[in-house]
């Protein structure tokens, strides 16, 4: 029963059978907290649930919460592996009311628990109460019939519990354990408190209060319980040992160290063995909660505790990179606890891989720096800033793993100077900075993310998360405060909103305070990592440092995910079917379509694009997880993934993978690979359809797709249908029939065009009546047939007056066509036998001077011409007769 898995089933169990809802631990990141670098206790997810902002469907609950302490306002960093139960990463068992049952009920339980179901012997227990607690103190004597020497009234703030600087919290009442005499320490509030024999296992929150701002405190609506056990703290009780490192977790990954490295974990090796099991774990959960090691904010504490670990990796002896080969122990004991861990074991075992060979790569020169520039040092002295400095920026060691690396030989590090040279730093980097664009707009940003950091990016894994304003810009320059009808732009410390990059259009949505609603038109990133929201203030005033809720516009950004993995899939498909010479040229993600540009020489083919959008399509059907990895630039290259032009990637790429290919070389392999810091659908299936709308030139060997996908390609092809239908409708035919119906009716007008043609000639030269030689007279012993013709198309006039030629013999034909305008035209045609006498090219001229033209043109047995005046074609006639009269 006292295995660290078995003891929070019996928690978790225990809280459940006494009404209790089981709700799963909150991720590391907190959704919901501006102010918190990670979740510190077991209440943060319910913190709105507490103040009353936010309601449940139950009234009490118990959770296994992960818990990271390090960086931030609980930071224990330091003293990990040093001390037999600091931890950077932990778990907390709690039970929480909302409003339902107070102290009696929360005392009640916790007591039964401890003493029946974890079976811890009574008169070893004691608890403390806040001095001004009396009903808490009355409260123990009468359930657990403690004396009252075992009841300690603490007046400090060791028993008031706060989250963090604001929110709920109340005065609070810890249980403690005698460990025996044998162990050196006093109970609590005694000189020798910190000794370990009386050890805190859990501490009972009575919430009363809701800290709004410093020494600002309001009552919360319905007093509330918040508790939390360290897991790891009862399973040392529970085991009989003292510290957490000796428990049945830590004894497992602490064997999984040796054996890796090859060594015993005793005497100084146990220290470096306790600092690595620790690190392990909170690094693993950070990873699998979307932090990924960095330099700024959660990734650098990330960054910070991982370096840590692999130096005492390094001061173990390991001559490679090995952190990544405990992973596998650790996903053995917490895996089926924590299923996130399963899923990203292969995010987290790359990530540790990485970043270890990276630092690698310095570690060793760096600690070499180190030992000269110590040699000289003792007990007591001070490592110069610079120094500190030095192996910070350029080996990489942040400022904690240089003074653990001193902490053995008491020697302590010139934070100032340390400081300074940062400062100096900074300043050169200022100097030497120049902005595009304009200069003092740019100015702002460099600023901004000068003086607060990059922005913290949360929107790989949420589209909703808290925030604090740290600058509210207005043409180019920060103001303190915006109200209603203001136009501004909006920094800050955090956000789920994607800043415009890679094609993918920055996201939109709202941002609201208590006080104040803005909507977001659009977001950017400015200044290398400030993510700038431009937005307009609906209603009520907004201030600098205010606490925002920041909602993406959702549906907005499932299309833009949707359209970006769809631009990855194409690509793919494009290379497959065209050649591996096509890559991208640039691409727009935009929410309702997505444009993609690409090399290649020359038109696609229809049957090329089907094939393209079929094998893009067999790949959405696949519904395959959409994979981020994060790798360097140049093993991610190595791996085949592909670049996208014109970005700029830092030294670590995240890595976007789906799809398994089905044919030629990628059959059975990733499908698409691709450097890209996106926003991805997390399995193909979302992306629902892809269709390629059109295919057209951009430039010289570029050619640009536009493409649909999801409910606007279905929507697009619905369409389609209709218009199908439609016209089998008219057509009288089956939708499947509509095309051979179509050319057959086709063909038809073609051979109907024809012989209306036939018609209308012979209907002409017959003079609409049967018999021949209707219009021909002999004019100066030349025979004339003059005509004027409708309903003849000018372009058919020289072929009826050749076959006027033929039916003649040997004379002149004019035959003037009027249009429905009433314009005419005229054609002469002479036979060869006369054309010694007569020009048909003169004569032509005499009747287009009748009908108001001006000339015409031809040859001697043929000549066109036409005016304006069609009412006068019966004299056009007779001027070419009188003409040849002479
Ligand atoms: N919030 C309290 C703590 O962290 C009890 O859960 O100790």
Redesign the pocket.
Known sequence: MSGVNEIRSTFLDYFRKNGHEIVPSSPLVPRNDPTLMFT?????QFKNVFTGLESRSYSTATTAQK?VRAGGK?NDLDNVGYTARHLTFFE?L?NFSFGDYFKERAIELAWTLVTKGFDLPKDRLLVTVYSEDEEAAVLWRKIAGLSDDRIIRIPTSDNF?Q?GDTGPCGP?S?IFIDQGEHVWGGPPGSPEEDGDRFLEFW???FMQFDQTAPGERSLLPRPSI?????LERMACILQGVQSVFETDLFRTLISAVEETVGIKAEGEAAASCRVIADHLRSSAFLIADGVLPSNEGRGYVLRRIMRRAMRHMQLLGAREPLMWSLLPALVGEMGRAYPELVRAEALISETLKLEETRFRKTLERGLSLLSDATVTLKKGDMLDGETAFKLYDTYGFPLDLTQDALRARDINVDLSGFNDAMQRQKAEARANWSGSGDKATEAVWFELKEKHGATEFLGYDTEAAEGVVQAIVRDGRTIDGASAGDTVQIVVNQTPFYGESGGQMGDTGVIASDHARLLVTDTQKKGEGVFVHSAVVESGKLAVGDAVALTVDHARRARLRANHSATHLLHEALREVLGTHVAQKGSLVAPERLRFDVSHPKPMSAEELRVIEDMANEIIVQNAPVTTRLMTVDDAIAEGAMALFGEKYGDEVRVVSMGTGLHGAKANRPYSVELCGGTHVSATGEIGLVRILSESAVGSGVRRLEALTGEAARAYLAEQDERVKALATTLKAQPGDVLARVEALVEERRKLERELTEAKKKLALSGGTAGGDEGVREVAGVKYLGKVVTGVEPKDLKSLADDGKKSLGSGIVTFVGVSADGKASAVVAVTDDLTGRYSAVDLVRRASEALGGKGGGGRPDMAQAGGPDGARAGAAIEAVAGAIAG
């Open positions: 510190n206790a077991g209440m943060v818990v609980h907390m709690g519990w989250m609070c810890e501490n009972l929150v918040d508790t939390g056990m360290g």
